[in-house]
């Protein structure tokens, strides 16, 4: 079976599983604005997924790794296409070359988004041309290693005057942590033992 079906199958038998979010972090305008990320899945023996860095001179997370997204705007048609388009800008990754399998569960921060995680499997050794506004860096990390719930180290902070707790995996030097982090944890438990 390929990585893809593979893939497809553990996603659809998993709809409805419970999932970990920011929700109970109510955004400064009390509304979660929709937004969306693509999970870009290498199509390997070792499947990878790609991740970007944040330039450290942006107002909004600077430095923090993530996947390529950003807002739905009004043109696109959904979350899909909102998630191709950004990966599109901030990359160059060509929609062309992301064979879409479908959404994850909706992960609402608390910095006031609701995002949808779009999975896509897409060529290995592909080449990037990265928006230097928007990354300043982007790599691939192993898909069992992130997925691996023995990574994920749970931690604590106070943050908008409650405790707030969060999951951190560290590849490397690369911290992925908050929402980025949140969304493989949640991934994790939708894919467990799909790459068995």
Same mark, same amino acid.
């Not at 107002?59 to 599109?88: N, Y």
């Given at each position: 079976?390929?990585?893809?079906?593979?893939?497809?199958?553990?996603?659809?038998?998993?709809?409805?599983?419970?999932?970990?979010?920011?929700?109970?972090?109510?955004?400064?305008?009390?509304?979660?604005?929709?937004?969306?990320?693509?999970?870009?899945?290498?199509?390997?023996?070792?499947?990878?997924?790609?991740?970007?860095?944040?330039? #450290?001179?942006? /107002? @909004?997370?600077? !430095?923090?790794?993530?996947? $390529?997204?950003?807002?739905?705007? &009004?043109? +696109?048609?959904?979350?899909?296409?909102?998630?191709?388009?950004?990966?599109?800008?901030?990359?160059?990754?060509?929609?062309?070359?992301?064979?879409?399998?479908?959404?994850? #569960?909706?992960? /609402? @921060?608390?910095? !006031?988004?609701?995002?949808? $995680?779009?999975?896509?499997?897409? &060529?290995? +050794?592909?080449?990037?041309?990265?928006?230097?506004?928007?990354?300043?860096?982007?790599?691939?990390?192993?898909?069992?290693?992130?997925?691996?719930?023995?990574?994920?180290?749970?931690?604590?902070?106070?943050?908008? !005057?409650?405790?707030?707790?969060?999951?951190?995996?560290?590849?490397?030097?690369?911290?992925?942590?908050?929402?980025?982090?949140?969304?493989?944890?949640?991934?994790?438990?939708?894919?467990?033992?799909?790459?068995?």
């Amino acid at each position: 079976m390929s990585l893809y079906d593979r893939l497809a199958e553990a996603l659809a038998v998993s709809q409805g599983m419970e999932s970990i979010d920011e929700a109970h972090i109510r955004p400064d305008r009390g509304v979660h604005i929709p937004a969306a990320v693509l999970i870009a899945i290498t199509d390997r023996p070792q499947p990878g997924v790609i991740l970007t860095q944040r330039p #450290d001179y942006l /107002r @909004s997370h600077p !430095g923090q790794v993530a996947f $390529p997204g950003g807002k739905i705007d &009004p043109e +696109d048609e959904d979350a899909i296409a909102a998630a191709l388009r950004e990966a599109d800008e901030e990359l160059g990754l060509s929609p062309g070359n992301v064979r879409v399998i479908g959404t994850g #569960d909706v992960y /609402r @921060s608390g910095s !006031g988004f609701a995002i949808t $995680p779009v999975l896509g499997v897409i &060529p290995p +050794d592909l080449s990037y041309s990265p928006n230097p506004g928007e990354v300043a860096d982007w790599f691939e990390v192993p898909l069992d290693f992130v997925l691996d719930p023995a990574n994920h180290a749970r931690h604590s902070t106070f943050w908008k !005057g409650a405790q707030r707790q969060y999951v951190e995996i560290m590849w490397g030097q690369r911290r992925i942590w908050g929402v980025t982090a949140g969304i493989i944890a949640n991934l994790s438990r939708r894919l467990e033992g799909v790459l068995a």
